[in-house]
C-alpha cells in the first residue's frame, strides 16, 4: 500500500505526516535526543544543529538507532536546549538563510558571526540533515518513501534560488526529486481535508480568503481567490508575499525587554541565564492571559541557574496592560490602509546577518501586502476576472479579503485572531469572517501529504497556482556609449506568473548573441507584482524588479561555428511536472539546447 | 605461549653460554656468542615491535548495550525533574528562613516544570472519576490495590463512602530511553554542575 509523505521543514521546527490511501494524515512521532543521555519521540523537530567542544561528549553524542557511528554533532530538542546556553556553537533558523541574497549558501557559514567553530556548516548542509533525520523516521514508520509521494514545504516567499538549493538538499538528503509546495497552501489544504464537503458552506463562489500564516520567526500571507462555474468551485493562488523575519519569538522577546526593565528600575538586574529563564516565563504568561479575559496579571517566577532556587527567584508579574501594549497594540496595531511598514535606512552601516523586519507591526506588513496584491491582480486581466471583475479593486486601495485562515502558534491566541480580523473590517467597511476549524498545529506537515495524496491520485480539489512570481533576465540596451552613463538595462519577461507545471514558453523575436567557450552571465530579476507580464515583454528599466540570482552559462561551440564565436540563441523557459523552473538558450538552426544555472549573486 | 616460549629460549642461551665456560672450546665459543648475539638482537626486535603496535583497544560502548539498570532509569526519570522543574534544588534547599512569598516563587517554577514533564511522558488520569466529597459506593470485586480505605471498615464489601481523593493513574508511561551507560557510569548524574566561560 503506498503511502504519501509530507515534510515541513520549518524555521523553527519540522514535522512529518503521513497519509495512506483512504485514511486522515497522521503526524510521525520523531525520534530523537532529548537530552544529554536521553532518546525520545516529539511531534515536533526543532531544527536546530548543536556542535560539541571536544570532550564534551566522551561517550559520544545520545546515538539514535538508525546511526552506525557515533556523530560529532546532535540535532533537535537536546540541540536546541543546550544551545541555547550556549549561543556561540548552536546553529538555528538555517531556513531563512537559504534565501539570503549576499551570502554563499553552499559555502561554510553558519553559526554566524560565531569564532567557536572551525569548520562550520552551511545553510544547504543543516536542511539536507534535518531530511535525512525525517526520512530515517518515515522509514521506522513504515516504508521507504517514494520520491514521487513526498512533497516538502517551502514559504510562498521562496525565490527560484531558494527552491532550487531545498531541491538539492532533498537530492542529497537521498528523497531524490520531490515536490515543493507553498506553506500557506499546505495550510490550506490541511483545513479542506478538516472540513470535507462542509467547507463550501464557510467559503462561497467570489470570495477571497487570506492565509495569514505567522509562526514563532517568520511571517507568510498569501491570497487564495474562490471562483465558481456551473456549480463547481474551484481555487486560484493570486498574490503571495515577502519573506518576513517577524513572529512569536518577537513578542516574547519585547515582553522579555519590557519586564527585564522594569526589574532593573526596581533594583533587581538579571543576569544572560535569568533572561533566558523570563523569556519562557513570559510566553506562558502571555499565553495565560490571551486566552483568560479575566485574568488582570499572570506571576512570573524567573529562576537563577544556581541550586538555591528559594532564595534566588526573582518575582515579578506580566499584567494585561503589558500584554495589550506591547503584544496587541506593538504588533496588532489598528493602523490605517496606508500605512506602510518603515523600511531599512538604505546606506546606513549594519551589521550583517539575517534581514530581520525593521518594523514589528505585523498589521502595517499586511497593509503593504495587501497593496501590492492589488497591484498584481490589477495588471492581469486574468487575475482580475478571477477575483471577480475590477469593482473589487476600485472600492479600496488594498485588495481585501472575505475571510482569513489562521496558522501557527500565534494565532492560538484567539485575542490576535479578533485583532487582526477587526483590523481588516475597519479597512474593508465590512466584517471579515474567520475560517473555522484550523488546526494551528502541524497543519503545514498534514497539508503537504494531503497534497502528496492528491497529486498521486488526482482525488481532490487543487489550488490552481504554478509560478509565483513572474521572471526576467536583464539586457544591456544597444545604445551609443557615454563615458560615465551606463547603458540603461531593459528586462526581458521569460516566465509568467502563474506559469503551470508541465508548460514551457519558447520566447521568440528576441535573440541573444553569446560567445561559445566562454562563461556568459546575466541578470535575473523577478517581480511578485506583475502578473500581466507575458513572456517575450520587455520592460524599459529594472527599478520595479527584484534581482536575486545570477544566470551563467558556457556554450560549447555548435557543429559548424569555431570557438569564440557569437552564435545566436533565443530563450526557452519550462516549468517541469513537478513544479521547478528552467531556463535554456536554444540555438535554432541545430535544435542544440543549453540549460541555464542559477547562481547566488555574491557582492 | 609467547611468554613461555621465550623464557624457555633464554633459558637455552643461558644453557649453551654456561656450557662454554664449562667447556672452552675456541669454535663453540665463537658459535654460542653469534647466536647468543642473534638471539637477542631478534628479541630487541620483537619487542620493539610489540611496543610500536598498540595494545588491542578495549571495547567501545557500543550502540546496542544490554538494557540499563533499573537505578540508571530512575535516576534519570529524578534528572528530568531537576532539569525542568528543579525539583532536587527545590527539596534541597533549607526553607526554614525563607519567606512564603519566596517559597511561593520558586514552587511555581517547580509547578510549571514538573507539570510539563508529567503531562509530556505520562498520561494522568483519576483513579475515581468525581469530585471529592462525593458518595462513593464500593461492591464486592472492586480494585482494592487502587482503592485505600480510611476510618470504620466492615469485614467485607459492599462499601458505602465518601471520596477524600480521587487517585492519580497512568496507562502509559513513554519516558526517554537512556543512552551513554557505561561500565564507568553505570547511571547518569542528576544535574551537571555548571561552569560558565567568558
Redesign the interface.
Known sequence: MSSYLGIDLGTSNCAVARAAAESCPEILQITQA????????KALLPSAVYLPAEGE?P??T??LPW??M?RGWVLGTFARDRGSLQPDRLIVSAKSWLCHPHVDRSGPVLPWASDAIAHKWSPLEVSRQLLEHLIEISKSAGDAPDAGHVVVTVPASFDETARGLTLEAAQLAGLGEVTLLEEPQAAFYAWLESQGPGWRKQARAGDLLLVCDVGGGTADFSLIAVTGRDGELSLERVAVGEHLLLGGDNMDLALAHAVSEKLAASGKPLDEWQFLALVQ?VR?AKEALLSDPALAEA?L?I?S?S?????S???TSLTRDEVADIAINGFFPICAPEEMPAMRRAGGIRESGLPYAADAAISKHLARFLTRAKANVSSSPHLLDVIGGAERIARSPLLIPDAVLFNGGVFNAAALRRRVLELLSQWAGDPVRELEGAQADHAVALGAAIYARLRATGNGLRIKSGTARSYYIGMEAASLAVPGRRPVTKALCVAPQGMEEGTSHAIVGQVFFLYTGEVSEFRFFHSEVRAGDRPGDLLPGVSELEESAHLEIAIPPPPGHEPGEEVPVSVETQVTELGHLELFFVHAPTGDRWKLEFHIRMQ | MAKKLLIGAAGGILVLNVGILVFPDPNATVAVEIFSALCGMAFLFLGARAEAQPARPSEPASVCLAPPRPEAEIIAFLALLQEHGRLVDFAREEIAGATDAQVGAAARVVHAGCRKVLDEYFDIQPVHPGQEGDRVALEPGYDAAAHRLLGMVPDRPPYQGKLLHPGWMSPSVKLPRITGITERQPWPVIAPAEVELR
Do not use: D, Q, W
Not at chain 1, 34 to 41: H, L, P, R, T
Open positions: 532529548v537530552s544529554a543521555n536521553g532518546i525520545g519521540e561528549f561517550e559520544g545520545p546515538a546511526a552506525k557515533p516565563a506562558s506571576p517566577a529562576p541557574r541550586s538555591k532556587l528559594i532564595a527567584t526573582a518575582r
